[in-house]
């Protein structure tokens, strides 16, 4: 990902998102607040397409990263399909105006309510993850006297070496067919009347920084294309692609990638489908946020910041790091051991322990960076919290693309 050209970033001292000083930004609408740049959003898209150019994969962005409808929207606007896992994720996408043609559906619990739905619509792919989810498709099929398009999800049994609870590609995990299993599915298809069989698909984990795991991935679906004897319209390719949370981090190669991909599709003639979520979003939002009090001990000092675990809860789920930055720089360092937190209830509810930082008050704003993906999308209302709003910002224009929700009405 081009590092150059970012469009979050201090100007004079000042953090901006596009051409809005967050500043400006904390004085308009109430902490905590998610907030967006339309244009880094476009760039990751363009850089990704750019670098894929040759082999123009579907790109089928991952709702579940973040599944705002105005972002959707503009997504759909740049070209882009959805991989959804959910009826809502599905509906959500439609409503967007992205093609039922350009959505590929995942999951390994996928209820019999959320494939009628699926199947009238019509979509690309429904992407089977048991033996017992094929039979009920064709039998749903069958009865709506329909023909449905389907991948089956390989599970190839690979070490992703990225966080254990983001892994889904090895056998401990309960995503897709086994290699045998797969094989044995395949042989099985000529009694599933009303399925017509279209794609392999794969999703080893997500936020992988190397390639290695992508490369021995392809080798195995080239060997499973191999023994199956299928010639797959699509393979699908899942998401993955990590990105730098924090400097130091080397950004995921995509050219290394795309190198890997386009050899692959040399040799098995295959449309790909990429479904990135976190390469699109991800350093595309922060979380506005303000200081309610600091407390100091022996130990710490204690940050209390008025966003908490229900509002970002990563750190807390995934011991993830997204740095804290304040959203005007002064030259006062403090050197302590500073804890910044969250409000909720929880020894957990914690974001970030530095042990050097600017000079920082009670009521000061701050910003958690980062958090474009799988940010807003796992937000909760834990402590009965309301959920944040949510800004997007496009060059000078700064659109409520959600609501701050209203704790009257969740009551
Ligand atoms: C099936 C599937 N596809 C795509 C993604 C998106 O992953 P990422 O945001 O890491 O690109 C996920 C998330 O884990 C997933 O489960």
């Known amino acids: 990902m081009d ?11 000042l953090f901006y998102v596009d051409n809005s000083s967050v500043d400006k930004l904390s004085r308009k609408f109430k902490t905590p607040f998610y907030c967006y740049s339309l244009s880094q959003i476009k760039l990751n898209l363009n850089n990704f397409k750019n670098c894929f150019n040759k082999i123009k994969p579907l790109i089928c962005f991952s709702v579940k990263s973040n599944s705002n409808l105005e972002i959707l929207k503009n997504l759909n606007r740049e070209g882009c399909g959805a991989d959804v896992v959910s009826i809502g994720e599905l509906k959500i996408a439609l409503k ?3 093609n039922p043609k350009k959505i590929v559906f995942s999951g390994v619990g ?3 309510e959320e494939l009628i739905f699926a199947i009238k619509k019509k979509i690309l792919l429904i992407n089977i993850e048991s033996e017992s989810e094929a039979k009920l498709i064709n039998k749903i099929s069958k009865k709506n006297s329909v023909t449905t398009s389907v991948g089956i999800r390989l599970n190839p049994n690979i070490s992703s070496g990225t966080n254990k609870k983001i892994s889904t590609g090895s056998s401990e995990n309960k995503f897709g067919l086994t290699e ?5 599915l395949i042989k099985e298809f000529q009694n599933f009347k009303n399925l017509s069989l279209q794609g392999l698909s794969v999703h080893i984990g997500s936020q992988i920084l190397r390639i290695e795991p992508f490369k021995k991935t392809l080798k195995i679906l080239e060997r499973v294309i191999r023994k199956s004897k299928i010639k797959f319209k699509y393979v699908d390719l899942g998401g993955g692609m990590g990105i ?7 950004n995921f190669d995509l050219k290394k990638y795309n190198n890997l991909v386009e050899k692959f599709v040399a040799k098995k003639r295959c449309k790909i489908i990429f479904e990135p979520g976190r390469l699109i979003v991800g350093n595309a939002g922060i979380l506005i946020t303000k200081i309610t009090y600091i407390k100091n001990t022996n130990k710490k000092n204690f940050v209390i910041l008025d966003s908490g675990m229900n509002d970002l809860i990563r750190p807390a789920l995934y011991n993830s790091k997204h740095l804290i930055l304040p959203i005007k720089k002064n030259k006062k360092i403090i050197r302590k051991n500073i804890e910044f937190v969250g409000p909720c209830c929880e020894s957990s509810d914690k974001f970030l322990t530095v042990k050097k930082y600017q000079k920082i008050k009670e009521k000061d704003f701050l910003l958690i960076s980062d958090v474009g993906s799988y940010g807003m999308s796992l937000a909760s209302n834990y ?6 709003a949510e800004i997007l910002v496009n060059k000078s224009n700064i659109k409520l693309i959600r609501r701050r929700e209203n704790l009257d009405k969740l009551i």
Do not use: M
Request: aromatic letters at 14%; one cysteine or more.
């Open 3 to 13: 590092k150059k050209i970012q469009f979050l970033k201090y100007k004079n001292g």
């Open 110 to 112: 996928k209820t019999e």
């Open 244 to 250: 730098s949370y924090e400097n130091k981090i080397k």
């Open 383 to 388: 402590c009965f919290r309301p959920r944040a």
């Open 96 to 98: 967007a105006g992205i």
């Open 180 to 184: 045998n299993n797969f094989l044995r």
